[in-house]
């Protein structure tokens, strides 16, 4: 069965200072994967998703994720974080024989002044 | 457009009582689904349903836990006899259809208590 893992249960960073998220999971097929952000007392949408072709993908609010095969990764980057992005990120994975995604159990970003 | 709405907001109820939570999915969408978000956890997936195809009720933790989806559009999800651990954020989403089920669209949640 699918799993992902997201290593970070939290992660602090100073505003404007660059951030990585980090993503795993395990699969043995084909996979989409993606990306998704809650904001505090919001729903969870969508932040970027890797399908196929290029493997880094640009989402929205400057974040991008490189998908690494090899490494059965997607984590998630920002070259410069805005206090705007204190949110919850989640990590999910989907082959394409249903219509299910797994989820990771979310990291928060927490973006320090 | 309107996206999707969830209600109430927030549902305080006691131990052994029965619950209601709403979906009004958005227009047109024909998948909708139900999550459960529990402190410090991922989504769990509860139930799917896509158009006029029986549900997937494969993640209902329990049969306290239905669900219905009334003309393909609005979806109740109701709790029978609800326990302390029912206690949980409860989310819904929804997508165009089979092509699209990756890009959900999700409601702010029903934070259940249950005392």
């Known amino acids: 069965a699918q799993s992902v893992t997201q290593l970070d249960s939290q992660v602090p960073v100073f505003e404007e200072a660059p951030v990585e998220l980090r993503c795993n999971y395990s699969s043995s097929v084909s996979v989409y994967l993606f990306w998704y952000v809650q904001y505090p007392n919001q729903g969870l949408q969508l932040l970027l998703k890797y399908l196929s072709g290029s493997t880094l993908v640009k989402g929205i609010n400057g974040f991008e994720a490189e998908f690494n095969k090899s490494q059965t990764s997607f984590h998630l980057r920002k070259p410069s974080v805005h206090i705007s992005d204190t949110a919850e990120y989640f990590c999910a994975v989907s082959d394409n024989s249903n219509y299910q995604l797994i989820w990771g159990a979310g990291t928060k970003l927490i973006i320090k002044p | 457009g309107a996206g999707v709405s969830q209600s109430p907001s927030n549902k305080v109820t006691e131990k052994g009582k029965d619950v209601e939570l709403r979906c009004d999915p958005i227009?047109?969408?024909?998948?909708l689904y139900w999550y459960r978000q529990s402190l410090g956890q991922g989504l769990e997936f509860l139930i799917y349903f896509q158009g006029n195809s029986a549900p997937d009720k494969s993640g209902l933790p329990s049969d306290r836990f239905s669900a219905e989806r009334t003309g393909g559009s609005v979806s109740t999800l109701t709790i029978q006899r609800t326990q302390q651990e029912d206690s949980a954020v409860y989310l819904c989403a929804s997508t165009r259809g089979t092509s699209e089920t990756y890009e959900q669209y999700f409601g702010p949640g029903t934070r259940l208590t249950v005392t």
């Open positions: 227009s047109g969408h024909t998948a």
